[in-house]
């Protein structure tokens, strides 16, 4: 199983400012991919961050909103942009070895926007 | 449109008891994988059990089994022996072949459990 870490844990922001997640796995991976929990929600599907490439985006989300990074198979780094209220949510890193192997998550980031 | 479907926002089970919380899906994908996750109120998201299409068995990892029912598209959890620690919000998630977004998983909208003692 892959272990994932995330940083901040939570983080208290001012809206129009912008913040970067981290998210480290503790062994390689294929796939890594970011989701938002907003309060009282299920998980919804930001992006796929392909390592080398430009992230794979699901429909309602913005590489402009969401800039994604993945320099290695390890790391990958989500920035939420111009943040407004609505941006409260949970962020969450996810990890997933092989086509069929199972996906992990990190810890998540608590993001309040004021 | 909605691909997993849990229809029981809150649920209830007594301390010791078995609890089975449902999940149906919806995909014309004949490979596809089926998922469960814990998330107590710290946030974090459990792995529980995982049910392949092909899988000709239920999985099954301790006091989790999941009741495959692949005619009626269900994949429902069962807990064994409901413990306090139990309580949480559980998900029920589903990989399709999406080659474009990685085959990420797919959410239900969650069943909330409360064990009582």
């Known amino acids: 199983s892959a272990v994932i870490s995330q940083k901040p844990s939570r983080d208290i922001c001012q809206r129009g400012t912008s913040l970067t997640i981290q998210c480290q796995v503790d062994s390689q991976v294929t796939m890594m991919f970011w989701y938002r929990q907003q309060p009282g929600q299920s998980l919804t599907l930001i992006a796929t961050a392909n390592q080398g490439s430009e992230a794979t985006y699901e429909s309602g989300f913005v590489i402009d909103k969401f800039p994604i990074s993945r320099p290695n198979l390890t790391f990958s780094t989500l920035t939420v942009s111009n943040m407004s209220p609505e941006d409260s949510s949970i962020y969450l890193c996810s990890a997933r070895g092989g086509a069929t192997d199972t996906q992990y998550f990190g810890p998540g980031t608590r993001l309040t926007v004021l | 449109a909605q691909k997993i479907t849990q229809t029981q926002p809150g649920m209830f089970v007594q301390e010791k008891e078995a609890v089975t919380l449902d999940c149906t899906y919806d995909t014309s994908d004949p490979s596809y994988g089926l998922f469960w996750y814990k998330q107590p109120s710290s946030g974090e998201m459990i792995f529980l059990i995982y049910?392949?299409?092909?899988?000709?068995q239920n999985a099954t990892e301790g006091r989790y089994s999941l009741n495959f029912q692949k005619a009626r598209k269900s994949a429902n959890l069962v807990i064994s022996a409901s413990q306090l620690g139990d309580s949480a919000m559980y998900f029920c998630?589903?990989?399709?072949?999406?080659?474009?977004?990685?085959?990420?998983?797919?959410f239900g909208k969650g069943t909330s459990l409360l064990v009582t003692p």
């Open positions: 049910q392949g299409s092909y899988d000709q």
């Open positions: 998630a589903m990989r399709e072949g999406r080659p474009n977004s990685g085959y990420a998983l797919n």
